[in-house]
């Protein structure tokens, strides 16, 4: 397992400065914002990419910043509670490196090396173990939070209880998160993954049915290659292991899928087997992958698009996609997405629903009877001049009582994205954390700015209405 270069951890007993270095960095973001005096819309400047769909004209690259690149830091590990609290800005593999000290790691470890806690709370991260857990987030304790007017608030389920859940899902528009308190779990050395391959989506379906009611193995995911060609992937924690292989260079994780009948990795090669890419890796030659294959991943691509910018497309980008599915539903969608997409393979992560959440709409919850939803993921779909293929996912959505991440691309008028993201507890808590709206609503950053659309001055307030 490649452990090398670990940052210093902390027990709880031990003393420590950094506590008080943590304090300092809130007192300087809290007092950037408490003397702001502009009516510009204010957004992060992060260490890391951030890992959404790029855009040419997004907005948010000429807002003024707040930087939170130094909220960096692991502040304690607690290996008997077995728990990890830390600043927003580390990454989920600097988290891993540290807490596997223990024999623990996060519950939910997103795909991609340079996502970090807080995107993953911000946005929408899961894996191969939120057939179990749920989401990142579903695995939080506590959040502390830097409102627009400076003022620190500490959330969890008892203390700030609404602020806490609509964190999750809010791209940096309820406020600053600046540290969050996590679980952990034990874990083994090796992961040893087998690989079942079913000609139907019915017979796929009742495979991750019966490991979700069974709860007997530690990971689950799979890709559709096509509509008779169906792999689940599935992963038990291994001590020991005859073999291991990884996925890091001159070979792909996702090529490997259809080719295997079982596989072992590393823990660490296991949780970021896909980093190089989920569906469709480049290079794709072999020559091309042994003189840049080390070079190519989810940063050096996100860091290329955030600074070439002016060169992405105009119009009609590739779909980058995930959407969630109720499990019941599955098969009504996939029936449309074979018709009109016809686009293989699709990343499939069973989602255990693990509350009514708020930030959806109570109206949009009736429509949901479902325990388990699928995450299906589409990645690189190249649009035909003529169609709005992300409108047309967002249609179709509509007609299975389905949703989708924020990350990409987002046509939603300002109604029908009301009708599913829940705008009163929304603007319950931006009351609360934000009043003037600098940090813009959910709908304006996420569907008109993200797209180059003129937007409302942010000092007149909210444009939810």
């Given at each position: 397992?490649?452990?090398?270069?670990?940052?210093?951890?902390?027990?709880?007993?031990?003393?420590?400065?950094?506590d008080?270095?943590?304090?300092?960095?809130?007192?300087?973001?809290?007092?950037?914002?408490?003397?702001?005096?502009?009516?510009?819309p204010?957004?992060f400047?992060?260490?890391t990419?951030p890992?959404?769909?790029?855009?040419?004209?997004?907005?948010?690259?000429?807002?003024?910043?707040?930087?939170l690149?130094?909220?960096?830091?692991?502040?304690?590990?607690?290996?008997?509670?077995?728990?990890?609290?830390?600043?927003?800005?580390?990454t989920?593999?600097e988290?891993?490196?540290?807490?596997?000290?223990?024999?623990?790691?996060?519950?939910?470890v997103?795909?991609?090396?340079t996502?970090?806690?807080?995107g993953?709370?911000?946005?929408?991260?899961?894996?191969?173990?939120?057939?179990?857990?749920?989401?990142?987030?579903?695995?939080?304790?506590?959040?502390?939070?830097?409102?627009?007017k400076?003022?620190?608030?500490?959330?969890?389920?008892?203390?700030?209880?609404?602020?806490?859940?609509m964190i999750?899902?809010?791209?940096?528009?309820?406020?600053?998160?600046?540290?969050?308190?996590?679980?952990?779990?034990?874990?083994?050395?090796?992961v040893?993954?087998?690989?079942e391959?079913?000609?139907t989506?019915?017979?796929f379906?009742?495979?991750i049915?019966?490991y979700?009611?069974?709860?007997?193995?530690?990971?689950?995911?799979?890709?559709i290659?096509?509509?008779?060609k169906?792999?689940?992937?599935?992963?038990?924690?291994?001590?020991?292991?005859?073999?291991?292989?990884?996925?890091?260079?001159?070979?792909?994780?996702?090529?490997?899928?259809?080719?295997?009948?079982?596989?072992?990795?590393?823990?660490?090669?296991y949780?970021?087997?896909?980093?190089?890419?989920?569906?469709?890796?480049?290079?794709?030659?072999l020559?091309?992958?042994?003189?840049?294959?080390?070079l190519?991943h989810?940063?050096?691509?996100?860091?290329?698009?955030?600074?070439?910018?002016?060169?992405?497309?105009?119009?009609?980008?590739?779909?980058?996609?995930?959407?969630?599915?109720?499990?019941?539903?599955?098969?009504?969608?996939?029936?449309?997405?074979?018709?009109?997409m016809?686009?293989?393979?699709?990343?499939?992560?069973?989602?255990?629903?693990?509350?009514?959440?708020?930030?959806?709409?109570?109206r949009?919850?009736?429509?949901?009877?479902?325990?388990l939803?699928?995450?299906?993921?589409?990645?690189?779909?190249?649009?035909?001049?003529?169609?709005?293929?992300?409108?047309?996912?967002?249609?179709?959505?509509?007609?299975?009582?389905?949703?989708?991440?924020?990350?990409?691309?987002?046509?939603?008028?300002?109604?029908?994205?009301?009708?599913?993201?829940?705008?009163?507890?929304?603007?319950?808590?931006?009351?609360?954390?934000?009043?003037?709206?600098?940090?813009?609503?959910?709908?304006?950053?996420?569907?008109?700015?993200?797209?180059?659309?003129?937007?409302?001055?942010?000092?007149?307030?909210?444009?939810?209405?």
């Amino acid at each position: 397992m490649q452990m090398d270069s670990e940052p210093s951890v902390l027990l709880p007993a031990e003393p420590t400065r950094r506590d008080a270095r943590h304090e300092a960095k809130i007192e300087r973001i809290a007092r950037q914002l408490r003397q702001r005096t502009s009516t510009r819309p204010v957004s992060f400047k992060k260490k890391t990419p951030p890992h959404q769909v790029p855009k040419r004209f997004d907005q948010r690259r000429a807002d003024e910043k707040i930087d939170l690149s130094d909220l960096d830091q692991i502040l304690e590990i607690d290996p008997v509670a077995m728990t990890c609290t830390a600043e927003p800005a580390i990454t989920f593999e600097e988290v891993v490196r540290a807490t596997w000290r223990y024999g623990l790691v996060p519950i939910i470890v997103p795909e991609h090396k340079t996502i970090t806690l807080g995107g993953a709370v911000a946005g929408c991260s899961i894996e191969s173990m939120s057939f179990r857990d749920g989401g990142f987030h579903d695995t939080c304790l506590e959040y502390e939070l830097i409102t627009a007017k400076g003022d620190v608030l500490r959330c969890s389920p008892r203390e700030n209880p609404l602020v806490f859940q609509m964190i999750h899902g809010s791209f940096g528009t309820l406020g600053v998160l600046s540290k969050l308190k996590f679980k952990l779990i034990r874990a083994a050395p090796y992961v040893h993954v087998t690989y079942e391959t079913y000609s139907t989506l019915e017979a796929f379906q009742q495979a991750i049915w019966r490991y979700f009611r069974a709860q007997d193995v530690d990971y689950l995911d799979g890709q559709i290659f096509s509509p008779t060609k169906h792999v689940l992937c599935v992963g038990r924690f291994a001590e020991r292991a005859p073999y291991v292989s990884r996925y890091d260079w001159l070979k792909a994780y996702c090529e490997s899928i259809p080719r295997r009948s079982e596989d072992y990795l590393t823990l660490y090669d296991y949780l970021y087997r896909y980093d190089r890419g989920v569906t469709h890796v480049t290079p794709k030659s072999l020559v091309g992958r042994a003189l840049f294959g080390k070079l190519v991943h989810s940063d050096s691509v996100l860091r290329a698009a955030d600074r070439f910018h002016r060169f992405l497309p105009k119009k009609n980008p590739p779909v980058i996609v995930d959407v969630f599915i109720p499990f019941s539903r599955t098969a009504e969608f996939m029936d449309w997405y074979h018709r009109e997409m016809h686009f293989y393979p699709v990343w499939c992560v069973p989602y255990r629903r693990m509350r009514d959440y708020e930030w959806q709409t109570p109206r949009w919850w009736s429509g949901v009877k479902d325990p388990l939803f699928l995450d299906l993921a589409v990645y690189g779909l190249k649009q035909q001049p003529g169609r709005n293929i992300y409108k047309e996912f967002e249609d179709e959505l509509q007609q299975v009582n389905g949703t989708k991440t924020l990350i990409s691309y987002n046509y939603y008028d300002e109604q029908t994205f009301w009708s599913i993201w829940n705008k009163e507890t929304w603007q319950a808590v931006k009351q609360v954390t934000d009043p003037d709206n600098i940090f813009r609503d959910l709908y304006t950053k996420t569907c008109r700015a993200a797209l180059g659309m003129q937007e409302q001055t942010p000092g007149s307030g909210t444009s939810v209405h």
